[in-house]
Every structure is written in C-alpha cells, then in structure tokens.
C-alpha cells in the first residue's frame, strides 16, 4: 500500500536534471513518476522507481543525498470535480498534504495521485472508509 | 632524574621520557641548546648575522633565556626571499633532504634537514604517536601527502621510529583508503581532519560502518579545526580525534602535540622554544594571554629558526596537565592571524563559520566561504553541501534549514550572510589542507 518514494537534492543548474536520470537509465531502472519543487537555487527531485532499494543505493553511492519517503497512490474517478472530491475527505481531518502530484498510469477513467501525507497509516484509513482505492505498490512499481 | 610519569589512561612509552623532565633541567638544557643555535646562525646564515650585528647583539650574549626577546624575529618573508639556499647552517654535502612548501603565492619556502635534523624530526613525531596512544602493534595508515609536504614523511618516520606498521597510502583515493582501512586491520589515521570527515562520508555512501572497524586514533593536523569538529568527528566514528602541531618552517609536523587529556598541545619544547607574542608590536604577552606563537628551533642544524613568526593565535595553558608532562601547552589553535578576513568592517574567522555551523544539528561541515563584492558593499555567501542527514523531501524544511545556518552564523559573527545549499561533493575536497575560503573581491 505504502509506496517508497525517492528524493534528490539537485542544485537548479544546467544538466544536472539529466545525470541521475541517466545513471537509473544504465542500470534499467524505470522512472514511474516524477514531480519536481524547484526554488531559484536548488529543486528536489521527487521520484518513483520500479526497484526503489537498487536506485537508492545506485544514487547514494554517486554521491547524491537521498531521502526515502512513504507516500500513497490514491486513485481518483477521471472527470470533472474527481480530485475535488478526493480532497475533500481530508478537509475536515487533521491529516496534512504535504505536497502531490499526478502519476501517468494506464487506467480508463481513473486517475491515480501521489499524496505525502505527514500521517500515512491515518490517511489510509481515512481513504478506505470513504471506500477510495489505494493503489497497491506491487502495481505501482511494476508496469 | 626523571620525574615518575603519572600515567591517566594512556600507557607510557619510553621515547616520551624527556616531556616529563623537571622544569630546571628543561630550562637548563634549553639555555645550553639556544646558545649553540644562536652560535651557528651567526656564523653560519648571513641573514642572522646582519640582523644580530644591527642590535649589537654576539652570540656569548645568550646567558640567560630571557634573551631570547632581544633576538630578532624571523617571518615567512625571510624563507621566500632566500629561496633556495639562502638559509642554509650546513653545506649541502650534509644535507639529506630537502623540502618544500607548495607556495600558493610567489615562490616556495625550501627548508633542509642533516642527518641529525631528521633523527631529531622523528624523536619528536615518535612523542608525538606516543602521546596520541599509540604504540608498536599499532597498524597506522598515513594519508598525509607524500612528497615535498613533510606532512607524510614526518609521520611516516615517526610511525616506523614507534614500531607500528606503517601504511604509506599517503592522500588521495577514498575508496581504496577505505578499503585499506577495513581489511588491513587500521587502527589508527594519520590526515587532515577535513579529508578524515570526507573519508568518513564516503564510507557512509559505500555502506561501510567505520565505527564497527578497529580503527580507534586519528591523528589530525596542517590545518586548523575546531572543537566542535572534533566533537563531531569522534561521534560518528567513534575513534579519538587528536590535534597535532607543526609547520615546515620549524620541522614538519611534530612540533606539538595533544596527550591523552586533550586539553592543550603539549610543545617538544627540548626542540622547539616557544613565545607568545603581540602580533602588533612583537613583544611578549603575560603567560595565559592570547597572541602569536613565535617558535625558535634548539636542535636544527641545516636551517637553524630564530623567534619564527608563525601566525598562529594560541596561548599558554598555565595549570599543570592531567597527563604529568612538564613541558608546556599551548591550547589548540582555531585560527592563524592570516586566515582573518575582514567583511564590511568585521573581523571574521572561518573557524567561526564552521563553529556555527555545527551548531545547527546535523550538519556536516563541507562548507566553503565566498567574498565578493556588489556595488561597493561585501557579500558574503556561505556555501553549505546538503547530506543525506540533513536533507529533506519538503522545501519548507529546506527553506528553514537555510534560515537556521544564516542565523547561526549571524549569532557568532555579528554578520549577515547568504547561505547557499549545494549538491553533496560540489565543494572540491582537498587531500590535503582544505581550502575554505574563496575571496573574489577585486583588491
């Protein structure tokens, strides 16, 4: 359920978005999704991989700082107000969205996000008793 | 008569016997010694001679050692303006090895050493391991540079002198260090502690957990640092970081050294007489008080140093050491009057950005300074490598990271400055003395 996220800390410079794509590239590692927060200087690199130990270790010892994080695929209905209503459940909860982003994923009318909650195990919970499905990570990281 | 050696912890070796002579036969053997060199400058160094003839001041005069202060002081300037051979005691069929300073500016500074010069050189790196704790039985990987540096001979030559196994990998190539380190059984590094932290790091990212290897000294040194380093350094890897003293002007490393208190580097002062003086005016400051250490060599014979000004801010620790030595300390120096740098006004010392910097958990100090200069107004930039530890996957942690380092800074220095996250291993790494500081201003 839980799926493993990486992150890199990558300076806002010319190329230096390609050289980490290209090292998972050489060892065959896809990228799933990707999300990136930039700020003038530095962005971090958010990153869905299909073998998340192999990549991370792949990165560490290329020198990056990496950061592994929980976060949740939650599939939303593909039409008008589907996120509206997925967000929603979590208006009137204590849980907060860190940040999201979408993940291109084949599924007819469906659409599925990536949420980093600062509480996963509740949100979980919040999601299946809204009857919401949370995209199991086998799938997620195997296409 | 030797005083009895009042042992804590660390075990006694015999070459460490004439750190704890009684003070009146040190004093007595220093007059004895400082005569003999003031002697052999005279006559031998024309540079010493001028200097001596313009005060009226003859060898015999050195009766007592408060003399010392009406000898001329000697500074960089002198070695580079007798490059190469200028001043040279011996004749170069005496001399065995020559040395030299890497001279970031201008030419370097030659310096030589007879046969006497390097078995001196070794008696003090000997006391010097010895007084880190170490021993024959000791597996010493030595990663000091080796070549022209005395950094790496010196050690080397002291590390053999003690009866450990001497590993000369000199510096450079982290991986195969680490390599070296965990399957030949090291227990002990000789370096700078800015490379020991880079190695550090580097075993991390190869997933080696250094605190589960058998290396337990690191003998730091030709750099400052700062406590908090050390503090920093010992907790991850759980060794026991040393401070060790020394310039290739007086000898190479070996001039100093810290015991198993690590209060204070106790100074090979049989060899090498120290002062503290006034960077300003040259004279002496009261025992206890900061100011710079000028240091004469009592046992050179090929390039023999008078009241050498070594730019070194230090000061005497006055109380007896916990370790028995007589010989005096000095506390560890932080900062070299040449490392001061002044931003709109303020007197700023890298040793303080690093203070700060440690302070805010978690951070590594990989950090570099850069001065520049905007219309007229200086800017200073602190450029702070992020790690894994302190990296987050939220820019606002980033963000109040940021702002945590720029107010750490501020706190300790008094200034404003613009703190900038780089990549891990941006920052060059040095092999040898780190390079902190990167001033762009126009002169």
Same mark, same amino acid.
């Given at each position: 359920m839980i799926i493993h996220q990486l992150s890199l800390f990558l300076e806002n410079k010319p190329g230096h978005l390609a050289e980490p794509c290209r090292l998972l590239a050489r060892e065959n590692i896809n990228i799933r999704a990707l999300a990136l927060a930039d700020t003038s200087q530095y962005g971090i690199l958010r990153l869905i991989v299909s073998d998340w130990e192999k990549a991370a270790a792949l990165l560490r010892e290329a020198g990056y700082a990496v950061k592994v994080t929980e976060v949740l695929a939650v599939e939303a209905p593909d039409r008008p107000g589907g996120l509206a209503h997925l967000l929603e459940i979590f208006e009137n909860s204590p849980i907060n969205i860190e940040y999201m982003y979408a993940f291109p994923f084949d599924r007819s009318e469906r659409a599925v996000m990536i949420f980093r909650f600062d509480n996963p195990e509740a949100a979980i919970a919040?999601?299946?008793?809204?009857?919401?499905?949370?995209?199991?990570?086998?799938e997620v990281y195997n296409r | 008569m030797l005083a009895t050696p009042v042992s804590i912890a660390a075990p006694f070796h015999p070459a460490s016997a004439p750190d704890y002579v009684p003070l009146r036969q040190l004093r007595d053997l220093q007059l004895a010694r400082l005569r003999a060199t003031v002697r052999r400058a005279y006559h031998q160094v024309d540079l010493y001679r001028r200097r001596l003839d313009e005060r009226g001041i003859r060898p015999d005069d050195v009766t007592s050692l408060d003399v010392i202060r009406l000898l001329p002081f000697t500074v960089k300037a002198d070695l580079r303006d007798a490059y190469p051979f200028g001043l040279f005691a011996s004749p170069l069929t005496e001399v065995v090895r020559l040395h030299a300073s890497?001279?970031?500016?201008?030419?370097?500074? %030659?310096? @030589?050493?007879?046969?006497?010069? %390097?078995?001196?050189?070794?008696?003090?790196?000997?006391?010097?391991?010895?007084? +880190?704790?170490?021993?024959a039985g000791?597996?010493?990987?030595? !990663?000091?540079?080796?070549?022209? =540096?005395?950094?790496?001979?010196? @050690?080397?030559?002291?590390?053999?002198?003690l009866g450990a196994t001497v590993i000369p990998i000199s510096g450079g190539n982290t991986d195969r260090q680490?390599?070296?380190?965990?399957?030949?059984? %090291?227990?002990?590094? +000789?370096?700078?502690?800015?490379?020991?932290?880079?190695?550090?790091?580097?075993?991390?990212?190869?997933?080696?957990?250094?605190? !589960?290897?058998?290396?337990?000294?690191? %003998?730091?040194?030709?750099?400052?640092?700062?406590?908090?380093?050390?503090?920093?350094?010992?907790?991850?890897?759980?060794?026991?970081?040393?401070?060790?003293?020394?310039?290739?002007?007086?000898?190479?490393?070996?001039?100093?050294?810290? +015991? !198993?208190?690590?209060?204070?580097?106790?100074?090979?002062?049989?060899? =090498?007489?120290?002062?503290?003086?006034?960077?300003?005016?040259?004279?002496?400051?009261?025992?206890?008080?900061?100011?710079e250490l000028a240091l004469t060599t009592l046992s050179k014979h090929a390039m023999p140093m008078i009241r050498y000004r070594t730019r070194d801010i230090t000061r005497f620790l006055t109380a007896p050491c916990a370790c028995g030595r007589t010989i005096r300390r000095i506390q560890r120096i932080s900062r070299r009057s040449d490392d001061m740098l002044i931003v709109r006004g303020v007197n700023v010392y890298p040793s303080q950005i690093e203070t700060a910097l440690l302070e805010v958990e978690g951070t590594l100090p990989h950090y570099q300074i850069i001065l520049t200069r905007e219309r007229?107004?200086?800017?200073?930039?602190?450029?702070?490598?992020?790690?894994?530890?302190? =990296?987050?996957?939220?820019?606002? !942690?980033?963000?109040?990271?940021?702002?945590?380092?720029?107010?750490a800074i501020d706190r300790v220095t008094g200034l404003r400055v613009d703190v900038r996250l780089v990549e891990p291993r941006t920052i060059q790494r040095s092999e040898g003395k780190a390079r902190r500081v990167s001033d762009r201003r126009p002169q």
């Open positions: 919040l999601l299946k008793a809204a009857g919401i499905g949370v995209v199991d990570s086998v | 890497s001279g970031t500016t201008g030419k370097p500074i %030659v310096v @030589a050493y007879t046969r006497e010069d %390097v078995d001196v050189w070794t008696n003090a790196m000997v006391r010097t391991l010895a007084s +880190c704790g170490l021993g000791d597996v010493v990987q030595n !990663a000091y540079g080796y070549g022209l =540096f005395t950094g790496g001979l010196g @050690a080397h030559y002291g590390a053999e002198g680490i390599m070296v380190m965990k399957d030949f059984r %090291v227990t002990a590094i +000789c370096s700078t502690p800015s490379y020991f932290v880079h190695v550090m790091e580097r075993a991390r990212e190869l997933g080696v957990d250094v605190r !589960a290897l058998p290396l337990k000294v690191g %003998v730091f040194g030709a750099e400052p640092w700062s406590e908090s380093m050390r503090r920093h350094i010992e907790a991850d890897s759980g060794i026991k970081a040393y401070d060790i003293y020394g310039l290739s002007e007086i000898i190479g490393p070996g001039v100093a050294s810290e +015991c !198993a208190a690590q209060e204070g580097l106790h100074i090979f002062e049989d060899h =090498f007489y120290p002062e503290i003086v006034d960077p300003e005016t040259g004279e002496p400051v009261p025992d206890g008080e900061e100011g007229g107004l200086d800017r200073m930039e602190v450029q702070v490598e992020v790690t894994a530890e302190i =990296f987050s996957d939220r820019v606002g !942690a980033l963000e109040q990271l940021q702002m945590r380092l720029e107010q």
